[in-house]
């Protein structure tokens, strides 16, 4: 809702609850002064009586009876707000017996100055409770009254409809409080689904213009996650299914263009189709049997004196550690450094199987005799390098070079 915009009631105005001290009755004075010493009398009966005595029930029904047009006079108050005249007096009818119930005549207080204030607040609780047709927390219910109240008495003061920022100032509320106060009163009428649309007879119903499930939108995620699977195929098993399901051509169809057998493409689809449901299932990242992998990895070496240094560039995931200890590994073994440096300023991110090709470069370099040192590494390569325990591995003494013993010949010579 726009905040410059007037915030006038609208057409499904909650109809306002009377709050305050209760009206004066219908009834003229002499009326209802004749009520209450006619019910005087029948309490003062009863009170003679034992609690569960017919002679009581009797006078108690009769004081209900006698009392019974109050409630019909209070409820006519309330007609044209929404709810059913018979719903009210039935709401005031229980609210009447209770109050025949504990009605204690000692007290010298007229009956009727005892129950206008109960029934009253029977019909209150009513349009609380059962008025409107989504359920809505009472604190929301008494924001939107003042809401409406103080939009009306601001109405006559600008001779126009107020802001919600208008309303806020006049509240002492947040003009977001406004907002949500003005939109709950939409939950006192709610519009039927079954309700016509349009002038004429067949128009349909409300109903008929909502939207059902979408089978193809349910799709979609599938499909996003099918597109980078079928890349990395190899590019006959890519051809073939997307002839299949794409192109709605058959096995015979697809082999007659490939030179292969229809036995063969069977056998590639079901192999094709088991890896995409065994990835899709696992969310895991797997390469397809056969496929060639670009890396997105990079490691440059480059030989200073007796120093060895090897720079990674990418993130150290699953799929290219392998390529990544392969690298180190033949590094050392081919140089034989003193020093071996592995540079990590480019690596944002590595997973745990990337330490390991960082241990099995260390042992390489116990082979050699070289000491292993890492360079620049990120915070994030740093912790993980710290769950594993490799920062500690590295701190301590470099590994020593494995050189075959001398025999006891050499030895005594």
Sequence with gaps: MDRSTPAGPGPATAPPVPVGPPETPVAGRDQRAGLDDTLHDVFIRMAAYPERSAERARLRAEAIELALPLVGRLARRFRGRGEPPDDLRQAGALALVKAVDNYDPARCVPFTGYAIPCLLGAFKRHFRDNGWDLRVPRPMQERQREIEHAAAELTQRLRRSPTPDELAVALGMTTDDVIVGLATRQAYDAVSLNEPVGDDAGGGERQDALGGPD???????????????????????????TRRFFGNLSQSEIAAELGISQMQVSRILAQVLGWLRRV??????????????????????????????????????????????????????????????????????????????????????????????????????????????????????????????????????
């Design 215 to 241: 089978a193809r939108l349910e799709e979609v995620a599938d499909r996003i996650s099918l597109g980078p699977l079928l890349q990395r195929l190899p590019e006959r098993e890519r051809v073939i299914v």
């Design 280 to 413: 899709l299932r696992d969310d895991e990242v797997a390469v397809y049997p056969g496929a060639s992998v670009d890396h997105p990895l990079t490691v440059r070496v480059a030989m200073t004196g007796t120093t060895l240094v090897a720079a990674v560039e990418g993130t150290v995931d699953v799929q290219c550690v392998q390529y990544l200890r392969t690298r180190l590994v033949r590094a050392v073994i081919g140089h034989r450094p003193r020093r071996f440096v592995v540079d990590l300023y480019e690596v944002p991110g590595m997973t745990t199987a990337g330490a390991a090709a960082l241990m099995a470069a260390r042992s390489a370099c116990g082979h050699v005799g070289a000491h292993l040192r890492l360079a620049r590494v990120s915070p994030p390569v740093a912790r993980v390098l710290q769950r594993t325990g490799v920062i500690r591995v590295l701190a301590g003494a470099p590994p020593r070079a494995t050189r075959p013993q001398p025999s006891a010949a050499a030895q005594s010579a």
